[in-house]
């Protein structure tokens, strides 16, 4: 199973496209690991830099929609090769989310209040993430704040998570 | 309980239900093109699975980039291409018959009512013109489908657009789309199915509907969908007519994917066109939409007719009844791209390509290529290309550059100023 813990990059904005994630002119390459560089290439949000922000980054926490537009499979690829393996926000376009968990990774919905709460008490500062799949809770910690945060997600998503993707899963079952 | 159209095909389609809403089904088809498969291609072969369920069920077409335009681009079709032949698929359209692939399959009849399909591409929500579930997935998807037959979906929530009213002249099935996009939002529609009805639809044709059907993954939709009726049949006859003795023998069978009359919705929109006026995108984001009107005198660089949206041979004859004895705007750079060499030899046939070069568009073969800005076609940073593609992210036809999203009669009307333009100068209307 992938690790779910790191620090985590803000990303206050919703609907971040899978364009913005990943350009279509990386699309050409057909390895995952040659997508590394371009993670949020395109993505133009004041005080974000990605050859800064994300190499230190093990999750993402946003807002709503992330990942909608292009079907790209390269997206969560491009997070996974950066050690990104968890997305944290208020809703997901669908084929991203199910993209996720196909590859064993998550996208987990936590509800806008907490989200701003989130956003309000650690945005800007340097925040780890460690994630206790089992009980369901996200732990946050920054410097003078802690929050633990429950979250669910369904059974099925659990199954690939677990399983380390759909591909895993669908060969034992079908 | 009345069920939906897809409530119906995933009924039909059972395979397994392994918890909650959970369902996974049985595919029809699967699709394939060289972006998004040969990861999955490697994948299987790196497991030891290089195996696919049924080659019959598999329909592949190199079209996002092609010719290849470098070493990378004729790598993944490689990959592609021997794998169709190693696993002995014999619909696989390579160069010389490639096109578009939600305008070549359906061409080719590879969609009927009732079907499932997956395709790793995120407007395969197109192919829900014919009352299919089709539906845009990612690599890891499209791989399962390949190998296994089966895809695994949330239980079907519906939403139903009702389009009523009367088409004003100059304003087509993308205006109404666009409009739809506008209300609804780019998250109006996620996780659910977009079901068009109403007047407007029954009385489009399937190239409409596609158009119609192709975009509702802008509003986050997991597939657009109209119910089949003798439209459908009529386009899909000389496919099926070994299989029934007559149209309305068609027709009847496929009723079984129509939505009952007690259906229930998510929810249901009346969507009124009667004073739709012609639409494009303002913006980095579909939903972005205002009325041409209030943007004609802007500036573009670039026009590009063409897609999975647009690039059919309707889509065509309207913009070459706008472009008829005229020429582009000097400094504008036309592009026409015909979605498939069915659109293209049709377009030679009735004159209209004559029109597009003398009008002074470059007519290129038929690609993907500038919609998601990998070839011909490609912007500059700070330049504008008003398109009759369906996605105006930021960077989306070159890092840098700004899409207008249009009809194909507003997209040829502004590239004869070089500015956005309201056809109706041109060929009256609204």
């Known amino acids: 199973m992938k690790s779910f813990n790191g620090k985590i990059l803000f990303l206050d904005r919703s609907d971040i496209n899978t364009d913005e994630i990943i350009p279509a002119r990386y699309l050409t390459e057909i390895t995952k690991e040659a997508l590394k560089p371009y993670l949020l290439e395109d993505l133009e949000m004041t005080g974000f830099a990605p050859e800064r922000d994300v190499a230190p980054s093990g999750a993402v926490i946003t807002r709503a929609n992330f990942g909608c537009g292009s079907s790209r499979e390269h997206a969560p690829w491009a997070l996974e090769v950066n050690d990104i393996n968890i997305v ?12 996720m968990f196909n590859c064993g990774m998550m996208a987990v919905e936590l509800s806008r209040d907490v989200l701003d709460d989130l956003m309000t008490r650690f945005a800007g500062k340097e925040t780890e993430l460690v994630t206790d799949l089992e009980a369901g809770v996200f732990h946050f910690t920054a410097a003078g704040e802690a929050l633990e945060v429950p979250f669910e997600i369904s059974d099925f998503d659990r199954a690939l998570v677990e399983a380390g993707g759909w591909v895993g899963y669908a060969d034992q079952h079908y | 309980m009345g069920k939906t159209i897809a409530e119906k095909i995933f009924a039909s389609h059972l395979v397994d239900n392994p918890s909650g809403d959970i369902q996974v089904i049985r595919l029809d088809a699967v699709f394939c093109h060289e972006i998004t498969t040969p990861v999955a291609i490697t994948d299987l072969e790196a497991r030891g699975m290089d195996r696919v369920f049924d080659p019959a069920r598999i329909k592949a077409v190199i079209d ?17 291409r021997e794998w169709a032949l190693r696993h002995g698929i014999i619909d696989f359209f390579d160069i010389g018959d490639n096109g578009v692939c939600h305008a070549l399959f359906p061409e080719k009849g590879f969609v009927r009512p009732g079907y499932t399909i997956i395709m790793g591409d995120s407007h395969t929500c197109t192919h829900g ?3 299919a579930f089709a539906a845009g997935v990612g690599t890891t998807d499209l791989e399962v489908g390949m190998l296994k037959g089966v895809c695994a979906f949330h239980a079907p929530q519906t939403m139903k657009v009702s389009i009523t009213g009367e088409l004003a002249a100059g304003v087509y099935a993308k205006d109404v789309i666009l409009a739809v996009i506008g209300k609804l939002g780019v998250n109006g529609a996620t996780n659910r199915v ?31 969908i109209c119910a ?66 209030e943007m004609v005198g802007e500036k573009v660089d670039q026009v590009y007719i063409g897609s999975c949206t647009n690039g059919r041979i309707e889509d065509l004859r309207v913009a070459a009844e706008v472009l008829k ?18 659109v293209y030899k049709a377009a030679l046939k009735e004159g209209l390509i004559e029109i597009f070069m003398d009008a002074g568009f470059c007519v290129t073969n038929p690609t993907c290529g500038a919609c998601l800005g990998m070839s011909n076609g490609v912007l500059a940073e700070g330049e504008v290309c008003a ?31 070089g500015a956005i333009t309201n056809s109706h100068i041109y060929t009256g209307g609204e």
């Open chain 2, 194 to 224: 977009i079901e068009f009805g109403g007047p407007v639809v029954d009385a489009m044709s399937m190239e409409a509907r596609m158009t119609l059907c192709n975009m509702a993954i802008e509003a986050g939709g997991t597939s657009g």
């Open chain 2, 228 to 293: 089949p009726d003798m439209t459908t049949v009529t386009y899909l006859w000389p496919f099926i007519q070994d299989e029934f003795d007559s149209p309305e023998a068609a027709l009847e069978a496929y009723g079984a994917f129509t939505a009952d009359s007690d259906a229930v919705y998510a929810e249901e929109i009346v969507f009124h066109v009667g004073d739709l006026v012609p639409m494009a995108t303002f913006g980095y984001k579909p939903d972005q939409v205002k009325p041409i009107a």
């Open chain 2, 129 to 131: 013109a014919f009352g």
């Open chain 2, 325 to 342: 004895g005229r020429h582009i705007h000097k400094g504008v750079r036309g592009v026409l791209s015909p979605a498939t060499p069915a």
């Open chain 2, 387 to 417: 398109s009759t593609t369906n996605r105006n992210f930021n960077g989306r036809m070159g890092k840098g550059g700004m899409v207008h999203l249009m009809s194909p009669a507003s997209a040829a009307a502004t590239a004869l100023t």
């Open chain 2, 64 to 80: 996002h980039v092609t010719p290849a335009k470098d070493s990378k681009t004729a790598m993944q079709g490689k990959i592609l």
């Open chain 1, 88 to 99: 944290i926000g208020e809703s997901f376009a669908r084929i991203f989310k199910q993209n």
